[in-house]
Antibody, heavy 117, light 107 residues
Framework: QVQLQQSGAELVKPGSSVKISCKAS????????MHWIKQQPGNGLEWIGWIYPGNGNTKYNQKFNGKATLTADKSSSTAYMQLSSLTSEDSAVYFC??????????WGQGVMVTVSS | DIQMTQSPASLSASLEEIVTITCQAS??????LSWYQQKPGKSPQLLIY???SLADGVPSRFSGSRSGTQYSLKISRLQVEDIGIYYC?????????FGGGTKLELK
């Protein structure tokens, strides 16, 4: 069965960077886009961007240009998102989600990133 | 960017009641519309894709419809386990955009 297993919660300092992971199993990792979504506490969902692991192509929401960097490791079927120059506005839960038919069909459990000194 | 205007923002309904949530797209997105349910502390779960197709394992009391650029999610007989927050998503173009969410509560 398709599973997306994300890394654990992170507590990081302002100005630093963090890299979170999303390990895929149960399907051919290189055949589906992987999307990343941000959810601030009590707020809705915001799309960050996607990566196609087959060739590494990426597409970002302009709002996250320079903030998020998406990569993928085909050998371990793992997608990564690095967030840089962290501020309190980056404190959120971050989800990875597989691109399905007209949808995001499978989601990871989410990673809570807390930015605090 | 395509704006997805979701309504209502919150909704209180009784068990067995019919519930309808709508999303209005700011431009034509065809059938590139999906619906999700999110429960507290959990990730969103796909309910409807392609505007009208039921995702695997989703109860048949959920249905989706489309009229032009307006999309609707209907719960035919509300159950306790349906309580949560519902979102629509347009996957027609980048940036992907979500509706603002509808918080569904029991009356």
């Amino acid at each position: 069965q398709v599973q997306l297993q994300q890394s654990g919660a992170e507590l990081v300092k302002p100005g630093s960077s963090v890299k979170i992971s999303c390990k895929a199993s149960g399907y051919t990792f290189t055949s589906y886009d992987m999307h990343w979504i941000k959810q601030q506490p009590g707020n809705g969902l915001e799309w960050i961007g996607w990566i196609y692991p087959g060739n590494g192509n990426t597409k970002y929401n302009q709002k996250f240009n320079g903030k998020a960097t998406l990569t993928a490791d085909k050998s371990s079927s793992t997608a990564y998102m690095q967030l840089s120059s962290l501020t309190s506005e980056d404190s959120a839960v971050y989800f990875c989600a597989r691109s399905g038919y007209y949808s995001f069909d499978y989601w990871g459990q989410g990673v809570m990133v807390t930015v605090s000194s | 960017d395509i704006q997805m205007t979701q309504s209502p923002a919150s909704l209180s309904a009784s068990l067995e009641e019919i519930v309808t949530i709508t999303c209005q797209a700011s431009q034509d997105i065809g059938n590139w519309l999906s619906w999700y349910q999110q429960k507290p502390g959990k990730s969103p779960q796909l309910l409807i894709y392609g505007a009208t197709s039921l995702a695997d394992g989703v109860p048949s009391r959920f249905s989706g419809s489309r009229s032009g650029t307006q999309y609707s999610l209907k719960i035919s007989r509300l159950q306790v386990e349906d309580i949560g927050i519902y979102y629509c998503l347009q996957a027609y173009s980048a940036p992907r955009t979500f509706g603002g969410g509808t918080k569904l509560e029991l009356k």
